[in-house]
């Protein structure tokens, strides 16, 4: 610290005291706009303080006098939206699929609606879009595992396929091989015949002997030619479309140990509208009968 | 020739090698404002500017009433930004948000065109038609006659606080105050409807957000036009800086013709003309002069070139009896000539003339092309990447779109999609359910964008690559195309 305020000879203005070289640095004032913007900072959040949220306890915080919070501040906006959104919602839940369908403004909504609650709570398995997946079925093709028609949709949203529900769409393939229905031999015989329902199939012999079995375990489910049933929703298996793989690897393994895909209950967990808005959405993604 | 240029590198190498002799400032580096009295002044070029300030007001004042019918569902005002439906209206002309570069060219075309009059004549849009030169001009036309001329004005500055001195300031700035609330308020018209935006505001039925921006405009009015004044010139407005690129020795600016006024000096009347210039320093340059300078240092930044000081100029040289137009519009280069007794002939075409033309004329021509050959329809496509392509049961591949059809027609218009290039021949197409949606057409309202999911169906045996191009063409009901849009079909990987 100088003891003595040194001024500059040229500008005549007080020195800091520092020196480099033979250069001193001078004690320049900050511009006095520059000084009371910055007073009036220190100013503004003296009264932050008190207005709003700042302090923090050890369990709790102080509120600030306002009484402010952003979680109540979101949670207000969202049942602001969903105040906005409930006319719609209320036509909805009182609509038929067939008249949600016909109604260009219900229609416009409920795919919109829909889509968010798609990408939501069915993207996760199902892809955004309904891509699909190994195992999770794309939704935007023709082929359907349950049916492709608005109602059958409906119903599979809502109750799910192969869970607790009793409601549920129920079916179970056998584990051919884990549990020793067939031997290995046989299996092998079926893929071969499977893998011919589509034209695939290499060894006509191994084929032949494979429809015997096939005749004999799977004609009850997947039909005579292999057509499925949509009832028991057994796959079509004349068709380009595989589930798990249409390889020969990938066939076996399905015979061997089955697959049985679940899928959970939405009633419950979504209101009767969004399911509907979800049916509208997934029928119109391309593949809706 | 060397040895001169030896010489000079030698004079540089001792002048480099001397102390430099430091000038110290004498007080401090900030100097405050001197205020400014600008007196009244008649002539020809304060005739002009009154001229141009009363047609400047009463284009901005008049501009949002004039009535432009545009048929039902549509606002009748000719010139409008409405800025809540997402709308721009100028007369005819309608533009849509994503047609922002007409308003990108409008600025080019105000910036070339300022280019050229700048180089032609100077500074013709700062003394004459800038809203902070119009506005502050009428603020001190106000002010004259409130508070009197320049001498009276600066008296009543110096006096003590009295009544009257508090009534005749009152009085000024509430009519700077009912200037700028006009101007304000005028200003919400060119975004809201005239007539019904009048009504609301003066009864206190608008919203806060227009209450709001009449206050923040007459704000500004009122001190820019008010209390900055010639500051915003000076300090403010990049405008005079980077103008100087444009002006050249032959571009016209105010200019105190120095061969002919100096030496100058006081003139007693009946003394002898000879030996001195006809300038006789009578100041009435300064006094009129709205920025405070004086001419007769020559071009400065702050002169904004409204040509006052010529006419406060004209009125001595008649009553002295010498010729007019001592100060005068006039290029450097014609200066240069006259001093030396030549006259020196005004140069309109010149390379820079040329080149700003030119731009002018490319950026209007394009323009004006962009606006003839705009499509009433507009189409967008975006491609489904989720999934990219779906594999139907048959075996077949289908691609999914999104059309958007921009309708910017004011009817409701109808649509059919078709697929056009080599690799969607055979191709299948069905549109998604969807409101407005019939069968192979697709209904889009009035003045909006309407949505519709478009799917192409080809055998697998016609994908032969993972991508091929295709155009998605949009008929209108008589089958004439009216928007075309390239994009891609998308397959597996390998051959078929």
């Known amino acids: 610290m100088p003891t003595k305020i040194e001024k500059d000879e040229i500008s005549g203005q007080q020195t800091t005291g520092h020196e480099w070289d033979g250069i001193k640095e001078l004690d320049t004032p900050m511009p006095k706009w520059w000084v009371y913007t910055f007073y009036a900072t220190i100013v503004f959040s003296a009264v932050y303080f008190v207005l709003f949220p700042s302090v923090p306890f050890v369990n709790s915080y102080f509120g600030g006098i306002l009484g402010y919070n952003q979680r109540e501040d979101v949670a207000r906006r969202i049942e602001e939206a969903a105040a906005e959104q409930a006319p719609f919602m209320r036509r909805i839940a009182a609509a038929t699929l067939e008249e949600i369908r016909g109604n260009p403004e219900l229609l416009t909504y409920a795919q919109i609606g829909g889509r968010i609650a798609f990408n939501n709570n069915c993207a996760p398995c199902h892809q955004v879009g309904g891509a699909g997946a190994r195992g999770y079925p794309n939704l935007a093709d023709d082929d359907w595992l349950w049916g492709g028609r608005l109602e059958d949709i409906h119903q599979t949203i809502q109750y799910g396929i192969r869970n607790s529900d009793d409601r549920s769409r129920q079916s179970a393939m056998p584990r051919y091989g884990a549990d020793r229905i067939l031997d290995q031999r046989q299996i092998g015989d079926v893929a071969e015949y499977v893998l011919s329902l589509s034209g695939r199939a290499e060894d006509a012999e191994r084929a032949a002997r494979g429809a015997q079995v096939f005749a004999e375990q799977c004609v009850a489910c997947h039909g005579e030619r292999g057509e499925g049933n949509r009832e028991l929703g057994a796959p079509n298996l004349t068709n380009a479309i595989w589930l798990y793989g249409g390889d020969r690897r990938s066939i076996v393994e399905t015979i061997h140990n089955a697959r049985n895909g679940a899928m959970p209950a939405w009633e419950g967990r979504l209101d009767a509208a969004t399911i509907k808005m979800l049916s509208v959405y997934v029928h119109a993604l391309g593949g809706g009968e | ?496």
């Open chain 2, 1 to 496: 020739m060397k040895a001169a240029a030896d010489e000079r590198e030698h004079e540089d190498i001792v002048a480099a090698g001397r102390p430099k002799v430091v000038e110290t400032p004498a007080g401090p580096l900030y100097a405050s404002r001197v205020r400014i009295y600008p007196r009244g002044v008649s002539g020809f070029y304060r005739n002009i500017k009154w001229a141009v300030l009363a047609l400047c007001l009463a284009v901005y004042y008049v501009t949002p009433w004039i009535r432009f019918d545009r048929g039902p569902g549509a606002p009748d005002q000719a010139v409008l930004l409405d800025i809540t439906n997402a709308r721009g209206y100028f007369f005819w002309i309608e533009i849509w948000p994503q047609e922002i570069y007409y308003l990108t060219g409008l600025l080019l075309i105000g910036a070339v065109g300022l280019f050229l009059v700048s180089s032609l004549f100077g500074r013709l849009w700062c003394g004459y038609t800038c809203p902070q030169t119009v506005w502050t001009d009428l603020f001190m036309l106000v002010e004259r006659w409130i508070e009197g001329e320049r001498h009276q004005r600066m008296r009543l500055d110096r006096a003590p606080l009295s009544a009257a001195k508090f009534a005749r300031k009152s009085a000024k700035h509430a009519a700077w105050l009912l200037i700028s609330l006009t101007t304000g308020g005028a200003w919400i018209f060119y975004f809201n409807d005239a007539p019904t935006t009048m009504v609301e505001v003066l009864t206190g039925q608008s919203s806060l957000k227009l209450y709001f921006f009449v206050g923040l405009f007459t704000a500004t009015t009122y001190v820019l036009a008010g209390f900055a004044r010639e500051q915003v010139c000076t300090y403010m407005c990049p405008w005079p800086r980077f103008q100087a690129a444009m002006l050249d020795e032959q571009t016209l600016t105010v200019t105190y013709q120095a061969w002919r006024g100096e030496p100058r000096g006081k003139h007693k009347q009946g003394d002898s003309w000879e030996g001195r210039g006809d300038c006789v320093d009578c100041r009435a340059c300064i006094a009129v002069c709205p920025t405070g300078i004086d001419i007769r240092d020559g071009m400065q930044l702050e002169c904004i070139g409204c040509g006052l000081c010529i006419d406060a100029c004209n009125d001595i040289m008649g009553k002295v009896g010498r010729p007019r137009e001592l100060i005068t519009f006039a290029t450097l280069a014609s200066q240069a000539e006259r001093a030396k007794g030549h006259e020196a002939p005004y140069r309109l075409v010149r390379p820079r003339t040329i080149i700003y033309a030119t731009m002018l004329a490319v950026v209007a021509g394009a323009m004006l092309a962009a606006l003839l050959m705009r499509a009433d329809v507009t189409l967008t496509v975006i491609r489904d990447r989720l999934p990219l392509f779906v594999t139907l049961s048959d075996g077949s591949i289908r691609n999914g779109y999104t059309l958007k059809i921009g309708n910017k027609a004011h009817e409701e218009r109808e649509f059919r999609v078709r697929f056009d290039g080599a690799a969607a021949a055979g191709a299948e197409i069905s549109l998604g359910e969807a409101a407005g949606v019939s069968g192979e057409s697709v209904a889009v309202r009035a003045d909006s964008v309407g949505t519709v999911r478009v799917y192409a169906r080809l055998e697998r045996a016609a994908v032969k690559a993972e991508s091929l191009p295709v155009d998605i063409v949009l008929l209108d009901r008589t089958g004439r195309e009216v928007a075309r849009e390239r994009t891609v079909f998308r397959g597996p990987a390998g051959r078929p």
